[in-house]
T-cell receptor, first 116, second 111 residues
């Protein structure tokens, strides 16, 4: 079974530019999460989708961040315009629905974003 | 105060040693807990889930003390490959709610 995949693995952009990160969850996982780890800090929650709906976006830092999950499959996270403090590693995770190991989340390899 | 706290370490132990990490959480509503391991510049990988008082998987044992609000991870017979950062994660009561990560404890197993 394929795991969570993310693209790109690295992105270096200048302040003010736009970047779009993509996440493909494990097939059949309704829940998709975005997290971020900035240098020296713990991993922090950004938002959670259940299928195509945003269940919780309380962790989104500001309105420069926009996440979508059209069709309930893959998700994108767009940062526009990027600021220096947006640098970090963006992880995507997915988990099943109500059956089985509901709460276990499986992480993708992350996208390392550097804003210069 | 952080919601999930861990001793950042590093813990440097010889091969074959037993090592234990503790993690404390402040949200008494947290129901589920997890230990993830993270290798340098890699994603967190699920190591153990803790839904009740504890869990054991081979050399790894996790214990949960709800009264004192801490979770422990015990690693027996440490291997070089156990060297990693161990992340303690708390999950609130409600389905679908987000994970809360601790800062991680770094372990180095030395030959």
């Amino acid at each position: 079974e394929a795991g969570v995949t993310q693209f790109p693995s690295h992105s270096v952009i200048e302040k003010g530019q736009t970047v779009t990160l993509r996440c493909d969850p494990i097939s059949g996982h309704d829940n998709l999460y975005w997290y971020r780890r900035v240098m020296g800090k713990e991993i922090k929650f950004l938002l959670h989708f259940v299928k195509e709906s945003k269940q919780d976006e309380s962790g989104m830092p500001n309105n420069r961040f926009l996440a979508e999950r059209t069709g309930g499959t893959y998700s994108t996270l767009k940062v526009q315009p990027a600021e220096l403090e947006d640098s970090g590693v963006y992880f995507c995770a997915s988990s099943q629905g109500f059956t089985g190991r509901t709460y276990e989340q499986y992480f993708g390899p992350g996208t390392r974003l550097t804003v210069t | 105060r952080k919601e999930v706290e861990q001793d950042p370490g590093p813990f440097n132990v010889p091969e074959g040693a037993t090592v234990a990490f503790n993690c404390t959480y402040s949200n008494s509503a947290s129901q589920s807990f997890f230990w993830y391991r993270q290798d340098c510049r890699k994603e967190p990988k699920l190591l153990m889930s803790v839904y009740s008082s504890g869990n054991e998987d081979g050399r790894f044992t996790a214990q949960l003390n709800r009264a004192s609000q801490y979770i422990s991870l015990l690693i027996r017979d440490s291997k070089l490959s156990d060297s990693a950062t161990y992340l303690c994660v708390a999950h609130p009561r409600d389905y679908g709610q987000n994970f809360v990560f601790g800062p991680g404890t770094r372990l180095s197993v030395l030959p």
